[in-house]
């Protein structure tokens, strides 16, 4: 039976196709002897106000690296949120993964000045209040998959977990290990105009309802872009390798943290040395050390999660001006008609966040607006959210 709980995400069968987001039929309920285990940077508006973005995506992307090294990513559910992370547990690994993420915690206030919030909460819990928590799982490609969330449970549990008193992380049992965590291409320069950071959630508690929303919106936004991978950010020529030391510094920070200094010189010079090596094997499209250099850039698009869902639809799009124009106005005469709550932040380019587990299709690239776009957004999402409830007092 144990075995069984653990292997639940494993063995659920993945979709492939975009539109798979909104069948019912792919979503199975989540055990409920399993958690919710949320993470996010505190105060990470005024700290992405503040031009530290890339900080802030590094600390979330951290906590999902280190949680992927303590429990093995296939059986673990979980999204990225730009400064934050959400996971699905079950109980046996609860203990583990909650000391690693305390691990997290420290290294975030001692290397960045972050305060990275760490709760959980048992989805029996989710289902007392009233709340359901469905999962799929979309196959990005052969090697990589994405967990996909409904019902509205991890948003209850967002909602319950930060309505508690703010407890003091306990002090961490083990360090934790960040092996796979990289931060080694460019800010990804629009091509067509401007870079949206979207965030789109339904009114509507009917779940058969809201998916029929998102489906209308997944294609009208198709209809926009001319299919949403065509507005994927990620591009074979828009993907550039940094050697710069000062961009690869949060990279040094978190995979070294606690180290003396020679031993973060050593690894900030290991790191543009690979970078360099990596700039001539992409250009050359080489076939090194086991790895086709030629095919991991089309990979790398494959593997960005530039659009998800879990529990509302997030995109990171790179669109024209037209193209914008009409998305805020396919969004506004949603949010009109009551379908909808939106937010919506612009910014010049892309910033990507990768899990490099091996090089052979193994890893994911977690996209976000360069200059905080998801988090910024949120603000927008929150404060319609916030005026819609005003006006039913």
């Known amino acids: 039976m144990q075995e069984a709980q653990e292997n639940f995400y494993f063995d659920l069968k993945s979709f492939k196709e975009g539109r798979g987001v909104s069948d019912i039929k792919n979503y199975v309920d989540v055990p409920s002897s399993w958690h919710v285990v949320l993470v996010d940077v505190r105060g990470s508006t005024k700290a992405i106000q503040s031009g530290r973005y890339k900080e802030v995506n590094m600390v979330g992307a951290s906590a999902i690296a280190a949680v992927c090294n303590v429990w093995d990513r296939r059986y673990l559910p979980y999204v990225f949120g730009g400064d934050g992370a959400t996971f699905l547990v079950p109980q046996t690994q609860l203990e583990k993964i909650m000391n690693v993420l305390a691990s997290v915690a420290q290294m975030a206030k001692e290397e960045f000045a972050l305060e990275l919030r760490v709760g959980s909460l048992p989805i029996a819990d989710i289902l007392k209040e009233g709340g359901d928590l469905r999962i799929a799982k979309q196959a990005l490609s052969p090697k990589i998959d994405q967990a996909i969330f409904s019902g509205g449970g991890l948003t209850l549990a967002e909602d319950l977990i930060k309505a508690r008193p703010v407890m003091p992380t306990p002090a961490p049992q083990d360090s934790a290990n960040y092996e796979g965590l990289e931060c080694r291409w460019q800010p990804i320069e629009s091509r067509d105009g401007e870079i949206l950071s979207v965030l789109i959630r339904s009114q509507s508690v009917d779940v058969q309802e809201s998916f029929r929303v998102y489906q209308e919106i997944i294609d009208e936004i198709d209809l926009i872009t001319g299919g949403a991978q065509s507005a994927n950010p990620a591009r074979k020529n828009n993907l550039k390798v940094t050697s710069n030391p000062s961009k690869l510094m949060a ?15 050593k690894y900030m010079f290991s790191v543009v040395i690979a970078t360099l090596f990596g700039k001539v094997a992409l250009a050359f499209r080489l076939t090194m050390l086991g790895v086709n250099w030629g ?14 869902f879990d529990d509302m639809l997030r995109f990171v799009l790179d669109v024209s001006p037209v193209q914008k124009r009409a998305l805020i106005s396919c969004l506004e005469n949603r949010f009109a008609k009551n379908d909808i709550f939106y937010g919506m932040h612009s910014s010049s380019s892309a910033l990507m966040t990768c899990l490099v587990f091996d090089r052979e299709g193994e890893h994911i690239h977690f996209m976000d607006g360069d200059d905080g776009g998801y988090a910024l957004a949120a603000v927008g999402l929150k404060g319609q959210i916030s005026h819609a409830a005003s006006l039913k007092v």
């Open 251 to 265: 990279e040094m920070k978190v995979r070294e943290s606690g180290a003396g200094a020679w031993k973060r010189v």
């Open 295 to 308: 095919r991991y850039k089309e990979e790398v698009i494959e593997n960005s999660d530039f659009w998800k």
